[in-house]
């Protein structure tokens, strides 16, 4: 299957700054890309959905001023997290899919766990 | 209730069995996946159905479409087996290849 990498996959910050996250599609172009967050013991959350080129869709409660999401190129995107805070801790996911595979599929990255002290 | 379960939420094994996980959905799909995610938090797609059978090594994922019920079968378990399995679907109609998840089930294979 397809590869999909993430970058940090651990950081840890001070309140009040802004941490980005990466995700990229190493061997495919990723024309749709989601991001998901996870609480401890909890199912995955989907935050948004973008689309290269496109502005993200976010889901419904998701601050779109607080997670940016960047969709620039085929394999490439970022999520910031603004002026974090202790609550936005939590482990941030993303998956990926598109060129040569169908929208039903989707390949996860190995996840960026976000510590705010 | 969720459009997505699971059951059992937490199965505990000993090595060699063979092990069973289930997954119902209330909703059109056009279809399901089997996702495995290890204590340190990646996840890896195992299998991705839309009808029938599907066999990788000593799993094996099953789906019926009238039923609405699919399951994940691991033989000749392993403590490496020990994670939490979640079943996901693509709910027809969703744009953009959305999915929804079950909560997961812990499972836990002794030596």
């Known amino acids: 299957g397809a590869v999909v990498s993430q970058h940090p996959s651990r950081v840890i910050c001070k309140s009040g700054t802004s941490v980005k996250i990466e995700c990229r599609s190493l061997?495919?172009?990723?024309?749709?890309m989601f991001w998901y967050r996870q609480f401890p013991k909890q199912s995955l959350m989907l935050m948004a959905t973008?689309?290269?080129?496109?502005?993200?869709?976010?889901e419904q409660g998701v601050e779109k001023d607080k997670f940016l999401i960047n969709h620039a190129s085929l394999t490439l995107s970022t999520l910031t997290v603004t002026s974090a805070h202790p609550e936005d801790s939590s482990f941030y996911i993303c998956?990926?899919?598109?060129?040569?595979?169908?929208?039903?599929?989707?390949?996860f990255g190995p996840g960026t766990r976000l510590t705010v002290l | 209730k969720n459009e997505v379960e699971q059951s059992p939420q937490n199965l505990t094994a000993q090595e060699g069995e063979f092990i069973t996980i289930n997954c119902s959905y209330s909703v059109g799909i056009s279809a399901l996946h089997w996702l495995q995610q290890h204590p340190g938090g990646g996840i890896v797609s195992l299998f991705m159905l839309s009808s029938g059978k599907k066999k990788h090594g000593r799993l094996i994922a099953t789906i019926n479409i009238q039923e609405k019920h699919s399951s994940l079968h691991i033989t000749a378990s392993h403590p490496r087996d020990s994670a939490v399995y979640i079943c996901?679907?693509?709910?027809?109609?969703?744009?953009?290849?959305?999915?929804?998840f079950g909560q997961g089930t812990i499972l836990t294979v002794h030596p």
């Open positions: 998956s990926a899919t598109g060129t040569p595979y169908s929208t039903d599929t989707q390949y």
């Open positions: 061997d495919f172009q990723a024309t749709t």
């Open positions: 996901a679907v693509k709910v027809t109609g969703t744009s953009y290849g959305k999915l929804t």
């Open positions: 973008s689309n290269e080129g496109s502005k993200a869709t976010y």
